[in-house]
């Protein structure tokens, strides 16, 4: 059970999916309507769906069975066009395409062969042959988001980050910051944290995601606001699994929130309380 909080923050949605949860993927643009994708997989019957949820209200968009692979995967949202690496072979790491995915039918846009992204902006796509050996070398092409049609000649655009969209910084108990994190832990809640800790700061706000041993040995997940003033607005366990929320981040996607249990877009924090389904909260009062 969560602790009992006082000043309890604002719900801004509840969601609960038909799978569970391996992967969240963001808009990349600023000026383009809030967006995230979730990736559900069901390992006992290898399917994948893609359900499109709007920010900052949750609503659910859309929610599809893409006519891809299982171990495909998202590499990012861009003005609300989604694009993919194919993985046909799944006993090799390199993917086998790059393509968009339409996220209301599930059906691929366009679609290159041996290709894997580079880099993309509100228009373009940059991309250059797949391949296991090359470092990098291989000349790359320029391609129209909407259809995937070749530039003759267009800027190469670099991966972008959405200015809304802030993720923590996690600290191992190698970090020199671990035992000023740890200690703070210990003085409020009184758990000792474990492995590893993910932190951001967000206006007043000091959020923090850890793992701690209960009395019964059973190893937990932890989610901690608080303000400077050391009150606390919301402590509760998460649910995640030690095994599943440390993966390294590919391209602009990642296992659920990067290399952290939580992310921030806007004013609002998303955390997943259980494998189908995600929680959002308004940092602060909304008007």
């Not at 969601?15 to 969240?24: A, E, H």
């Not at 832990?185 to 706000?205: C, F, M, P, R, T």
């Amino acid at each position: 059970m969560s602790d009992p909080i006082s000043n309890p923050l604002p719900l801004a949605f509840q969601i609960r999916f038909s799978q569970p949860i391996w992967r969240l993927v963001f808009e990349q643009i600023d000026t383009a309507p809030g967006l995230l994708v979730a990736e559900l997989r069901s390992r006992d019957t290898q399917t994948l769906k893609l359900a499109t949820v709007s920010l900052p209200d949750g609503t659910i968009r859309s929610e599809v069975q893409p006519a891809l692979p299982f171990h495909s995967s998202l590499v990012g949202v861009w003005n609300g066009q989604a694009l993919y690496h194919r993985f046909d072979n799944n006993r090799l790491p390199a993917p086998t395409a790059l393509g968009n995915v339409n996220l209301q039918t599930g059906r691929s846009q366009w679609e290159w062969s041996q290709h894997v992204l580079v880099g993309a902006s509100s228009e373009w796509v940059w991309a250059r042959r797949a391949s296991l050996t090359d470092t990098g070398s291989t000349p790359g092409i320029a391609l129209r988001l909407t259809d995937g049609e070749p530039a003759e000649s267009a800027e190469k655009p670099a991966f972008g980050h959405n200015s809304r969209l802030l993720f923590p910084v996690s600290y191992t108990t190698t970090s020199t910051w671990w035992p000023v994190l740890d200690r703070f832990i210990k003085k409020v809640v009184h758990q000792q944290a474990l492995d590893s800790i993910d932190y951001l700061e967000v206006g007043d706000k000091l959020i923090f995601s850890y793992y701690y041993r209960e009395t019964n040995e059973q190893l937990r997940s932890s989610l901690l606001i608080i303000d400077r003033q050391q009150t606390i607005w919301l402590h509760q366990h998460t649910g995640q699994e030690l095994e599943t929320t440390r993966l390294a981040p590919e391209s602009t996607a990642s296992s659920l929130f990067g290399d952290g249990a939580f992310c921030v877009w806007g004013n609002q924090i998303i955390i997943q309380p259980a494998s189908h389904s995600l929680t959002s909260y308004f940092l602060t009062s909304t008007p």
